[in-house]
């Protein structure tokens, strides 16, 4: 007798954003098919042995193989940052289709698309960056987008050649609200960092350190206010991206006590990194930590922690921006130390996102197991509109589980599958790793090897969030 199923994942303590139960989950054509125990028999079986079962995780803010001004260029494309999500547990990624200024958001997206086809080991959707809100994009190409399943883009504040205007801001916060997109804003002043910057560089003050000083909190304080405010004259829900501190989590829990939808996202830098990692002296190795927002201090450290668990953060990304150390391409463009403007921004983190959450948030207690589910799964399908085919270990959704082992791992970039030649967490403990990644019913990861193969992945052409309630068109959609 031919087996009912693909595959059988028996005796697994399944996690979702709101149970925990003890499941066998069968899986036929990519898709999970039954839940329940004793299931009948599957052409492969894989024993869970009690072990913590999640859905795969969905890094909704990552960066590969995304065009940057010379001379910088990212470690990362579709293959190698696909198969580090998979070795972390990461099921489903949305990188950036980053429009160049002058140039069409179609052209981005269709140079993307060429990136990533034959390349990625796991599904992926684009978020679209509109840097050039011309009246042809605005009128035509991104609600063409949107309706074709691009269906979120992300407006910077800063950042000389992605930085968008506040008339610009509420032009595309409108269409957001017209066409139901989401809008995902980086909130941060550029006049304020400007002027900093130029100060220290006066002052000869040029060490990565002074990255931090020159991207103090109030600067993403403001930006993040305004950024609200722009979303409360639109009515509109917005999504602001990697907060990092205390005193942005109050501008958004304010925007909430006033009514407001606008949904946050933090990242493992502002849970396990400070200022103090970019340098405590002029000396270079910090720019391994040099990301925007920057790191802050351990006070807010705990503020961010706090907010994941109550509810204020919606989602938890990585923000992987993957540039090597001792790469002229990267940290070290041109060939040499230079000043910290300089020096590209992020770090690299697809990997290791869920295995810091899990150890360091769900075995502490500091929050719960189906909260890390829904920080790290259901609410990134939700936000971006894949729920429920991702994010939920549910009959009819995807087959996209993680096996969990619990045992304590020292951390070293050796074991990552990312190119970047560093991790910022080298020589951590972290008690949890994914024992088996499964993306649509493939083992693409079983604990000691990588497993998947470019090309296996699919792009998801994504429908509308669903996790706010969609607003008629009003005076705002115009
Ligand atoms: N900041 C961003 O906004 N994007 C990529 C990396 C970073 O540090
Ligand atoms: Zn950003
Ligand atoms: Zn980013």
């Known amino acids: 007798m031919s087996a009912e199923f693909d595959l059988v994942v028996r005796n697994a303590k399944v996690a979702t954003a709101s149970d925990t139960f003890m499941s066998d989950i069968g899986v036929a054509g990519g898709q999970i098919v039954q839940l329940g125990v004793k299931l009948s028999k599957g052409a492969r079986e894989i024993d869970a042995e009690g072990r913590i079962t999640t859905p795969g995780g969905i ?38 289709a980053a429009q160049q ?36 994009v605005v009128a035509n190409e991104l609600p063409a987008l949107i309706a074709q399943g691009y269906s979120s883009f992300k407006i910077y504040m800063t950042y000389d050649d992605l930085k ?8 595309l916060l409108a269409l957001a609200r017209s066409h139901g997109a989401m809008a995902m804003l980086h909130a941060e002043n550029t006049e304020c960092i400007a002027w900093l910057t130029e100060n220290l560089l006066e002052a000869g003050l040029t060490a990565p350190r002074y990255h931090a000083t020159s991207r103090p909190m109030l600067v993403e304080r403001e930006a993040t206010h305004r950024a609200i405010s722009l979303a409360e004259l639109v009515d509109v829900p917005v ?39 970019l340098g405590i002296d002029d000396g270079y190795k910090g720019a391994k930590c040099v990301c925007s927002p920057p790191p802050r201090d351990a006070a807010n450290q705990q503020v961010i922690w706090g907010a994941l668990a109550d509810g204020t953060f919606t989602v938890f990304s990585s923000d992987h921006a993957p540039f090597s150390f001792d790469d002229d391409l990267g940290k070290k463009p041109g060939g040499g130390e230079v000043a910290f403007p300089y020096i590209p921004n992020g770090i690299p983190g697809l990997e290791t996102r869920l295995p810091l ?32 085919r991702k994010g939920t270990i549910a009959i009819g959704s995807d087959a996209d589980i993680v096996v969990w082992d619990e045992h304590r791992t020292p951390l070293t970039n050796s074991m990552l599958h990312h190119a970047v030649d560093y991790t910022p967490y080298e020589g951590w403990a972290l008690d949890a790793w994914p024992a088996y990644t499964i993306a649509r019913g493939d083992v693409v990861w079983d604990g000691r090897q990588f497993l998947g193969t470019p090309g296996r992945g699919w792009f998801l052409p994504r429908g509308l969030p669903t996790i706010v309630p969609r607003k008629p068109p009003g005076n705002g959609g115009k």
């Open 59 to 96: 890094d909704a803010h990552c960066h590969f193989d995304q065009p940057i001004p010379p001379p910088a260029r990212m470690a990362d494309d579709f293959e190698s940052g696909t198969r580090s999500a998979a070795c972390g547990g990461t099921t489903t990624v949305i990188p950036f």
């Open 101 to 136: 200024k002058g140039g069409s958001l179609r052209a981005a997206v269709d140079d993307y698309h060429r990136r990533a086809n034959g390349r990625a080991s796991i599904d992926y959707g684009f978020h679209l960056i509109v840097t050039d809100p011309t009246p042809e």
């Open 164 to 171: 968008l205007d506040d008339g610009q801001i509420l032009r």
């Open 239 to 277: 999504l602001i991206v990697h907060v990092s501190g205390r005193e942005a989590v109050e501008q958004i829990q304010w925007a909430r006590s006033r009514g407001l939808t606008v949904l946050s996202e933090t990242c493992p830098q502002y849970l396990f990194l400070t200022a103090d990692d």
């Open 357 to 388: 959450l899990y150890s360091e948030g769900v075995l502490t207690g500091r929050i719960s197991l189906n909260r890390f589910v829904e920080l790290t799964a259901t609410n990134p399908a939700k936000t971006y509109g894949l729920h429920p």
